[in-house]
């Protein structure tokens, strides 16, 4: 593995370790995180309708900009969901970055 490789792994790493102890932090329940750590993963149903919808489906679920924004609305309002499915959501895609998996392209999974 390249030297830059192996350090955006890690920084990937260290995010899914900071999202873990942000949960623990949040005193949600660990049933729930469990229930939905996998939940993004549904948009490879996308694929069924083809590539090009499924890398969009997967794409769109899979950046930093969902999670953020739902965060924020966890901040803003009094949604006491909204945090710690963020931080859910946060924690999967660092897993899956940390892993090696990327976004998709359009030409196929």
């Known amino acids: ?3 830059v490789t192996l350090l955006v792994r890690l920084e990937w790493a260290a995010i899914l370790v900071a999202a873990l102890f942000a949960y623990h932090w949040l ?3 660990w049933l729930l995180f469990a229930l939905l750590i996998l939940a993004p993963d549904l948009a490879m149903l996308g694929y069924l309708a083809g590539n090009r919808a ?3 489906a997967y794409n769109a679920v899979h950046t930093l900009i969902g999670p953020l924004a ?3 609305l966890g901040f803003a309002l009094p ?3 909204a945090l710690p499915v963020a931080v859910t959501w946060l924690a999967h895609i660092a897993a899956d970055r940390m ?3 990327g976004l ?3 030409s196929g999974f």
Request: proline share 5%; no cysteine; hydrophobic share 55%.
């Open 1 to 3: 593995m390249r030297p």
């Open 27 to 29: 005193g949600a329940s």
């Open 54 to 56: 499924g890398a969009i």
């Open 70 to 72: 739902l965060a924020a």
């Open 79 to 81: 949604l006491s969901w």
């Open 99 to 101: 892993l090696g998996y």
């Open 104 to 106: 998709k392209l359009a």
